[in-house]
């Protein structure tokens, strides 16, 4: 029998969604995106876990709208003129952790990396100041798009290696390890 003092259940699915919060929603979001299909690959976990780096390396460079073609590329370079092979879905599924939502703090990061890198202390400036300079992407005016790929295209690509290749090892090391950890309850010898 139904508590009569619990509040009514909601009918329409909207409604439900409201009541679950939205770091339980994203949480979710990313294991059913992210993790699953890692655990469900039918490959080994070594190259699973290459899938994993591949895609996180490409995921945190100012690439984006080329990541997952770049996966695409990289995977036909490795696989026929290096002999060496990853997971292609893994490695283009890794490529969204950097999304839309979140490019322009990724950037900004990178920004910081970049100019820290370069011994530019005096010339980081908050997250305002670095928006602002995105404003000639937003107006398509073509002169000051050029003036900034040259001015940060160093900046951004010198603070996204350290990055890149930080995120990239941390992939790979831990699917590593959740993989062959997994491994024995998947295939009981």
């Known amino acids: ?3 009569p003092a619990a509040p009514p259940r909601p009918r329409n699915k909207a409604d439900r969604r409201r009541l679950i919060p939205f770091s ?3 949480g ?3 294991r059913l995106r992210l993790t699953v299909p890692l655990l469900r690959a039918r490959h080994t976990p070594e190259l699973a876990a290459r899938g994993t780096m591949i895609g996180l390396i490409w995921a ?3 690439t984006f709208g080329l990541r997952m ?3 695409l590329l990289t995977w036909l370079v490795a696989r026929h003129l290096c002999r060496w092979d990853f997971s292609l879905l893994l490695g283009i599924a890794w490529t969204w952790t950097t999304n ?3 490019t322009l ?4 990061g990178f920004y910081v990396t970049g100019q820290i890198l370069l011994g530019r202390w005096h010339d980081l400036g908050g997250f305002a100041a670095f928006e602002a300079l995105w404003e000639p ?3 398509a005016d073509p002169a000051p798009i050029v003036d900034l790929l040259l001015d940060w295209g160093l900046v951004l690509w010198l603070g996204a290696l350290p990055w890149a290749i930080l995120m990239g090892w941390l992939g790979y090391r831990c699917s590593l390890r959740l993989l062959r950890r997994r491994q024995p309850a998947r295939n009981p010898i």
């Open 1 to 3: 029998m139904a508590n």
């Open 24 to 26: 339980t929603r994203v």
């Open 28 to 30: 979710r979001l990313l």
């Open 60 to 62: 945190f460079t100012p």
């Open 69 to 71: 073609p770049l996966v």
């Open 100 to 102: 839309a939502l979140v």
């Open 105 to 108: 703090p990724v950037y900004y």
């Open 137 to 139: 992407l937003r107006r």
